[in-house]
């Protein structure tokens, strides 16, 4: 993925996610999603801002659809915050960076 967004896989899922203690932030993508292209800088952006304070990572739906299903993900982009392996909230859609930020700065302040 990058230097700062790691891959969410399936087969990782409960050593990554459910098994980190403190925040993740998992972007649900898929390649051929408009909005999640849109969003991507900023999930980037995010990723690097608060390297250290967060684990940040996408999870592409089509090559884990038993994650996706896992967590009822209806639309993407869905990022899906998860505090010491509980998931704590989630956005659907492309929103502005301030809302996502707001979010993490609620769950490491």
């Known amino acids: 993925m990058s230097e700062y967004v790691s891959e969410a896989t399936s087969a990782a899922w409960e050593k990554e996610v459910v098994g980190h203690n403190g925040v993740v ?3 649900f ?19 690097k801002e608060y390297t250290g304070k967060i684990k940040a990572m996408k999870l592409n739906t089509d090559e884990n659809p038993d994650i996706a299903s896992r967590y009822k993900i209806m639309g993407i982009p869905t990022i ?3 505090k010491n392996g509980q998931e704590t909230d989630r956005i659907v859609g492309a929103v502005p960076k301030p809302q996502l930020k707001a979010k993490i700065d609620a769950l490491i302040g």
């Open 25 to 27: 932030m998992i972007d």
């Open 80 to 82: 899906i915050f998860f």
């Open 29 to 47: 993508w898929a390649v051929w999603c408009g909005p999640c292209r849109m969003i991507a800088p900023t999930v980037e952006e995010l990723a």
